[in-house]
């Protein structure tokens, strides 16, 4: 009689006296199945902007290993290379559990799924498992839903824990799903802010000290300052300089600059135009050796205003 299969792994199914002479290939293309269901791994290649249709097939697999003429029936799959469009990869009927790996590049969406039904949209750089029943596939991992232990522990005693977001999304903590709650956002993007958004009229607590640390500008002919990343600095001069314009200022920042003098003194300072002092007139620094002088500015409108300067001031 003709062969049959199995509905999920696609066996074929022996009567008495079938397939004389081969049946041993038969046997071993049944091992091979079998084992790639229970950890083979398939590499996908879905580069480009076409929908992809995994192999399956009810024939006879290599007798060695190899489990690349059927792809559907890894047990874990890997999708890669660069999409240049939105795609769908398509599993058929089968029914099955699949740990899928979307390792592809390109700011495009796979859509990973029956050939007729509802997919599932992987997340670039993510894993996860999912389960199709041949006409819908579902994200396990998703529909566990909410961890609710009281205490979640990142990490163990041997190394850190990190806590990331999954893929290029920003990472957000709050309480009762946002519900009355400020939140801290991590941006997923170059030069991207760690924002403290506050609800109604709460404030961001620090029950201990809060600053930044002092550091140190480089002294030379022109000083260079990074308000972004030394707000607050001191610098000590040993020569006449001249002191440029603050870069990556934040408007409402303040900053922070004491000017020390060397040993010998008397050295002055030009201060660029974007600094701006009472009257229009820039303050003479004190010229006594090892003294220094403090300033503080806050950005407005592109220019450093000066907030206050107390002068004179012995440091060492």
Do not use: C
């Not at 996908?44 to 003429?69: E, R």
């Not at 660069?82 to 790996?101: K, Q, R």
């Not at 140190?216 to 000083?223: E, F, K």
């Amino acid at each position: 009689m003709p062969s049959s299969y199995t509905s999920r792994l696609k066996l074929e199914r022996q009567t008495s006296g079938e397939n004389s002479g081969t049946w041993g290939d038969l046997v071993n293309y049944t091992f091979n199945r079998l084992d790639a269901g229970i950890d083979g791994w398939a590499n996908v290649n879905v580069a480009g902007s076409a929908n992809v249709t995994l192999t399956s097939n009810n024939a006879t697999l290599n007798t060695d290993d190899s489990t690349t003429d059927d792809e559907v029936h890894n047990r874990t799959i890997e999708f890669f290379g660069a999409l240049t469009g939105n795609i769908n990869v398509f599993s058929g009927d089968v029914e099955n559990s699949f740990t899928v790996f979307n390792n592809t590049s390109g700011s495009y969406t796979l859509t990973f799924g029956p050939t007729t039904g509802t997919g599932v949209a992987l997340t670039q750089g993510a894993k996860t498992i999912v389960y199709s029943d041949g006409s819908t596939m579902l994200d396990v991992m998703a529909d566990l839903g909410p961890v609710t232990s009281t205490a979640l522990t990142v990490g163990d005693g041997a190394a850190s824990g990190v806590l990331t977001s999954s893929g290029a999304y920003d990472l957000t903590l709050n309480t009762n799903a946002g519900t009355n709650s400020g939140d801290i956002t991590i941006t997923d993007a170059a030069n991207g802010n760690i924002a403290f958004t506050t609800n109604g009229t709460g404030g961001v607590v620090f029950n201990d000290a809060a600053f930044n640390p002092e550091t140190t500008l480089t002294d030379a002919a022109t000083i260079t300052w990074d308000a972004q990343d030394k707000p607050i600095t001191k610098v000590t001069l040993t020569d006449n300089r001249i002191l440029a314009a603050p870069t990556n200022g934040q408007a409402g920042q303040f900053i922070s600059l004491l000017i020390i003098q060397d040993a010998g003194g008397t050295n002055t300072l030009t201060w660029n135009a974007v600094f701006e002092f009472p009257s229009e007139t820039a303050p003479t620094l004190t010229a006594t050796g090892d003294l220094a002088d403090l300033f503080v500015f806050r950005y407005h409108n592109s220019k450093w205003l000066q907030v206050g300067s107390t002068l004179a001031l012995t440091v060492a």
